[in-house]
């Protein structure tokens, strides 16, 4: 904790810094909100996976099963492991890239590498013996590690690859999912678990003109070293003719763009807001503290960075500096309003600091005045990079400024349009995020329709309603590992471990005990969500006011049916989840679920299979 803040010890007026960041939040605002991005489908060939390797001429299946987990990445591996361990070995992962990996196998743009520390990101270090090599691990070692997982869990014989999920349809007399796939499969699940992930979805701005470019376009997730020669580590020389463009500045563009520059003949970096970015060191793992952890080691740094989030943790060396740094600690005892201003002033000093860098290490004035960031530092994901701010010292490196105009107004055949100046390119690289919340009806992205025949899209398309962000009343047995409506965490693995655990948990429960169907009542939906609309108003109330951007449903705060990604959070955060769940299981009653029990029996295939409906209880 540091000391209680005095105005009068600032070099700055805390009013106009409050003033200039009104100023630029309300000039980036967008009448559209949300709908100015569009699905890359809608401008790009999204199958494409230039990381699949030979071919893959499996047969379809017809089968029974007793889960099926939609999506192969961190959440799915998770909810697989978790099954097995609680007993449940009939499972099926499909996933339409063609290994494990999720966001970190589409994820592999020069300079990927995770920006919580490792220790704490890459799930399952305790389990599989593993303590990553560095702080910060970069996307080879997060593939090494999901190979790890998936070896020693022997994951892969329960997965289907290069599969895409067409239909997931609740047939109410098998008491089944049935989920059909582009290879023909037709899989018949008790159970199913979403685990499809939101960065799977890139999404793109709307801008005019987007197809008719005909250079080389494509999204940092679905990078083509084919073209930029290199590989995740860098090293990408077949830009050194060629004219690059990269549009966004968050926190991929971060990690990509040194690279871009090393390499291109000339890179432009087309931003229109830019991101507060930290220095940090990215040390090598120390062998002693490595040989000093004690089994258990990982799930207690994991709690801890979460704690210390919500200031409730005490023993501080287990958190990562950085991101101590990047998030302030005011003087104990203030009164709620005190805590506030205390917070807001701390978080204006971060910031000070971070623009005064920008400044000490940015020649040219006016890129240096361009590159800082006039936000609260959690408006946007915080960002560190080393390497970042020096690239914009080199001759080949040219920023846009593209707030004036909201954005990149044209695309053209040749190139980029911002204001009356047309910058001609060979390559676009769309940096522009993905469908993190771009609406509560897209958040599943897969078209899944529950006992009424109901989508999911359609069932949350007025307001996103779950118990405990996983279960939906309509869809039985059928459970979705998200961002809302449960703990967020900066750090993400951990608040998918949450649900992970708990579904796990429902999953075994229903299948020892008969259960045919087990879904959220409406009843226990309004509640919880009731619960996180009461939680979530300082939430809204701080992100009211931060610049647009998909934490915030791109300034339309809690406008209609957008809460944004922290106003559908659970507000304690995610360790007092973790506890309200582990609550809800150590009283054993399913409490808010209906259950319609069912006698069970054996498939010849070892499965299982419903026989009648018996009972139905609250
Ligand atoms: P973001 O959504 O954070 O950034 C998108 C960028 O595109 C923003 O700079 C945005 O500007 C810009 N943009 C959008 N539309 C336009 C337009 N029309 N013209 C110009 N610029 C535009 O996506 P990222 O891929 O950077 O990051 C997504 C998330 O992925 C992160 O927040 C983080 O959670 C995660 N991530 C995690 C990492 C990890 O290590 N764990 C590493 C990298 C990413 P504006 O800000 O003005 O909207």
């Given amino acids: 904790m540091?000391?209680?803040?005095?105005?009068?010890?600032?070099?700055?007026?805390?009013?106009?810094?409050?003033?200039?960041?009104?100023?630029?939040?309300?000039?980036?605002?967008?009448?559209?909100?949300?709908?100015?991005?569009?699905?890359?489908?809608?401008?790009?060939?999204?199958?494409?996976?230039?990381?699949?390797?030979?071919?893959?001429?499996?047969?379809?299946?017809?089968?029974?099963?007793?889960?099926?987990?939609?999506?192969?990445?961190?959440?799915?591996?998770?909810?697989?492991?978790?099954?097995?361990?609680?007993?449940?070995?009939?499972?099926?992962?499909?996933?339409?890239?063609?290994?494990?990996?999720?966001?970190?196998?589409?994820?592999?743009?020069?300079?990927?590498?995770?920006?919580?520390?490792?220790?704490?990101?890459?799930?399952?270090?305790?389990?599989?013996?593993?303590?990553?090599?560095?702080?910060?691990?970069?996307?080879?070692?997060?593939?090494?590690?999901?190979?790890?997982?998936?070896?020693?869990?022997s994951l892969r014989k329960a997965a289907l690859f290069r599969t895409r999920i067409t239909e997931v349809r609740w047939d109410e007399e098998l008491k089944r999912w049935r989920v059909a796939t582009d290879r023909g499969d037709d899989l018949r699940a008790r159970f199913v678990v979403n685990a499809s992930g939101p960065t799977g979805r890139p999404k793109l701005p709307a801008i005019a003109g987007i197809e008719t470019f005909t250079g080389k376009k494509f999204h940092t997730s679905r990078w083509d070293f084919e073209y930029t020669g290199?590989?995740?580590?860098?090293?990408?020389?077949?830009?050194?003719?060629?004219?690059?463009?990269?549009?966004?500045?968050?926190?991929?563009a971060i990690q990509a763009i040194p690279h871009l520059a090393e390499w291109a003949e000339h890179l432009y970096v087309f931003q229109r807001t830019p991101s507060a970015v930290g220095v940090r060191p990215n040390p090598p793992t120390d062998p002693e503290w490595a040989a000093s952890l004690a089994p258990g080691w990982q799930r207690q740094r994991q709690e801890a960075f979460d704690a210390f989030f919500t200031g409730e943790l005490t023993d501080l060396d287990l958190v990562d500096a950085s991101w101590r740094k990047a998030t302030?600690?005011?003087?104990?005892?203030?009164?709620?309003?005190?805590?506030?201003?205390?917070?807001?002033?701390?978080?204006?000093?971060?910031?000070?600091?971070?623009?005064?860098?920008?400044?000490?290490?940015?020649?040219?004035?006016?890129?240096?005045?361009?590159?800082?960031?006039?936000?609260?530092?959690?408006?946007?994901?915080?960002?560190?990079?080393?390497?970042?701010?020096?690239?914009?010292?080199?001759?080949?490196?040219?920023?846009?400024?593209?707030?004036?105009?909201?954005?990149?107004?044209?695309?053209?055949?040749?190139?980029?349009?911002?204001?009356?100046q047309e910058y001609d390119v060979d390559c676009i690289i769309f940096s522009t995020g993905f469908e993190i919340s771009t609406g509560v009806g897209r958040i599943a992205g897969l078209p899944i329709i529950g006992r009424d025949g109901m989508t999911i899209a359609q069932r949350w398309s007025t307001e996103l309603n779950t118990l405990h962000g996983h279960s939906v009343h309509g869809f039985p047995n059928w459970f979705f590992i998200g961002y809302s409506q449960n703990g967020l965490s900066f750090n993400y693995p951990w608040s998918a471990n949450a649900q992970v655990e708990?579904?796990?948990?429902?999953?075994?429960?229903?299948?020892?005990?008969?259960?045919?169907?087990?879904?959220?009542?409406?009843?226990?939906?309004?509640?919880?969500?009731?619960?996180?609309?009461?939680?979530?108003?300082?939430?809204?109330?701080?992100?009211?006011?931060?610049?647009?951007?998909?934490?915030?449903?791109?300034?339309?705060?809690?406008?209609?049916?957008?809460?944004?990604?922290?106003?559908?959070?659970?507000?304690?955060?995610?360790?007092a989840f973790r506890r309200l769940l582990s609550a809800w299981r150590d009283e054993g009653s399913m409490a808010g679920m209906s259950v319609q029990l069912g006698s069970v029996e054996s498939d010849a295939d070892g499965s299982t299979a419903l026989q009648s409906a018996v009972a139905e209880r609250q």
């Avoid at 590989?231 to 060629?242: R, Y």
């Avoid at 805590?339 to 290490?361: G, P, T």
Wanted: glycine share 10%; charged share 30%.
């Fill in 230 to 252: 290199g590989d995740p580590t860098g090293g990408l020389h077949k830009l050194t003719d060629k004219k690059v463009a990269i549009i966004g500045t968050g926190a991929t």
């Fill in 2 to 153: 540091t000391d209680e803040i005095s105005v009068d010890d600032l070099d700055f007026d805390p009013d106009e810094i409050q003033a200039r960041y009104d100023y630029e939040r309300d000039r980036r605002l967008r009448e559209e909100g949300q709908a100015q991005y569009v699905p890359m489908a809608d401008a790009f060939d999204v199958d494409e996976d230039f990381y699949a390797v030979g071919e893959d001429n499996r047969p379809p299946l017809d089968e029974n099963v007793d889960v099926v987990v939609l999506g192969g990445g961190f959440g799915g591996m998770m909810m697989a492991v978790e099954l097995r361990r609680r007993g449940v070995n009939d499972i099926r992962i499909v996933e339409a890239a063609a290994d494990f990996g999720g966001t970190w196998y589409w994820n592999r743009y020069p300079g990927a590498r995770c920006d919580v520390e490792s220790y704490i990101y890459l799930p399952l270090c305790d389990e599989t013996n593993y303590i990553p090599r560095e702080r910060y691990s970069g996307q080879p070692e997060i593939m090494e590690h999901v190979q790890r997982i998936a070896e020693t869990f």
């Fill in 502 to 575: 708990h579904i796990g948990y429902i999953i075994e429960q229903a299948l020892s005990r008969g259960v045919a169907a087990i879904e959220a009542t409406s009843e226990a939906e309004k509640d919880w969500v009731a619960t996180i609309r009461r939680g979530s108003g300082p939430a809204l109330q701080r992100m009211a006011t931060c610049t647009p951007g998909y934490y915030n449903n791109e300034g339309k705060f809690g406008e209609g049916r957008g809460y944004g990604l922290f106003g559908e959070a659970y507000a304690p955060g995610v360790n």
């Fill in 328 to 420: 302030p600690r005011v003087a104990e005892g203030l009164s709620p309003e005190d805590l506030a201003k205390q917070l807001a002033l701390a978080d204006m000093v971060e910031m000070r600091d971070l623009r005064n860098l920008v400044d000490s290490i940015v020649k040219d004035e006016a890129t240096a005045d361009l590159l800082k960031a006039w936000y609260p530092r959690q408006c946007k994901r915080p960002t560190f990079s080393a390497d970042y701010l020096p690239t914009f010292n080199r001759p080949n490196v040219t920023l846009v400024d593209t707030s004036k105009t909201g954005g990149v107004e044209r695309i053209t055949e040749t190139g980029i349009v911002v204001g009356d």
